[in-house]
């Protein structure tokens, strides 16, 4: 870890007025200093804008609005969270342990890099994300965890985060400022997929700071809702794969589905294809495992991950058809 200076932002002008090509934001630095310690990434200055305001606070429309400093265990606590975004609340405490969550922040959450061994192995491994045009060992290496859908020649890395794969079944939308002034921009548009440019991961710009996320008004679709993570080891491992769905039945048919994926893609996968396709159906095991075989057409499964294909198909029916009633 090389020398680098520390300042703590006053408010979000001061941060932004701080942020330089090589400076980052901290927040909880629960995978930052990870990054910086170990050399994978480097900065000559830390932006420390863990103080800044950290506040839930329901919206004019009925909406949720979450600062980008509030923790983990905070928003996974809030009643509102808790009663009508159960999916979230859920996907936080199944992501790290209390300690960690007690730290991280909902800004950091969002931002997290991959945790692809090859990605951390500065000294032994190519990484396309580390030092464009180096090479992926992760190709024809241990590929587990790595990604079947969206990924490229360049790049077949995972985004590690529990509480996006919620946040973009509930389509949140992220609030940002910068140099250029406030933008927002739907999660789900928020992470890339690799490409060419998989050192790219997401559409900040230069100096540009996440301020807050915002949630719609709840719709039953998103107070019926779950998330289930599988994983190798019980505690606080990532996912090998994760589902966040969420339905709302009139007549014994769906009249909305949400689902995303987690471990599957460079970025929260929202199931778009299986949404359409389980709209006006009746919510059976048959209905459901037709559905995710479609979004799954395109899978492109890896030496050593061809399971997750069968793993998906599992976890979505067992998730949606508890939520419609049914059992698996």
Not at 100 to 106: K, L, Q
Not at 128 to 144: I, L, S, T, V
Not at 273 to 297: C, D, F, N, Q
Request: charged share 20%; proline share 5%.
């Amino acid at each position: 870890m090389t020398p680098l200076r520390y300042a703590r932002a006053v408010d979000r002008a001061d941060a932004i007025g701080h942020a330089g090509s090589d400076a980052r934001f901290l927040g909880g630095g629960t995978n930052l200093v990870d990054l910086l310690c170990q050399n994978v990434e480097q900065a000559s200055e830390l932006v420390d804008v863990s103080r800044l305001d950290g506040a839930i606070r329901e919206s004019d429309d009925g909406g949720l609005l979450i600062d980008a400093s509030v923790k983990n265990a905070v928003l996974a606590a809030h009643p509102i969270v808790r009663r009508s975004y159960p999916v979230l609340s859920r996907a936080l405490l199944a992501g790290a342990s209390a300690q960690i969550r007690n730290m991280a922040t909902v800004g950091g959450n969002i931002l997290q890099r991959t945790r692809c061994m090859y990605f951390y192995d500065v000294e032994g491994a190519r990484c396309n994300k580390r030092q464009p045009g180096a090479g992926c060992d992760a190709m024809e290496g241990f590929n587990r965890y790595h990604a079947i859908l969206g990924a490229s020649d360049q790049c077949i890395a995972t985004h590690p985060s529990d509480m996006c794969v919620a946040l973009a079944m509930l389509d949140a939308v992220i609030h940002l400022s910068g140099p250029d002034g406030e933008r927002s921009v739907p999660l789900t548009d928020f992470h890339l997929l690799p490409g060419a440019t998989p050192h790219v991961e997401t559409v900040l710009k230069p100096g540009e700071l996440i301020t807050g996320i915002e949630l719609p008004p709840p719709s039953d679709a998103m107070t019926r809702s779950e998330y289930r993570k599988v994983r190798d080891r019980s505690s606080y491992a990532f996912a090998l794969i994760s589902v966040a769905g969420g339905l709302a039945l009139a007549d014994g048919r769906v009249t909305q589905a949400r689902i995303a994926l987690g471990g599957v893609a460079a970025k929260p996968w929202r199931a778009t294809r299986a949404e359409a396709a389980l709209v006006g159906a009746a919510p059976t095991r048959e209905a459901i495992v037709a559905a995710i075989r479609e979004e799954l057409a395109d899978a492109r499964p890896l030496s050593g991950n061809a399971f997750k294909i069968s793993l998906v198909e599992r976890t979505a029916v067992a998730v949606l058809t508890a939520l419609a009633g049914a059992r698996a």
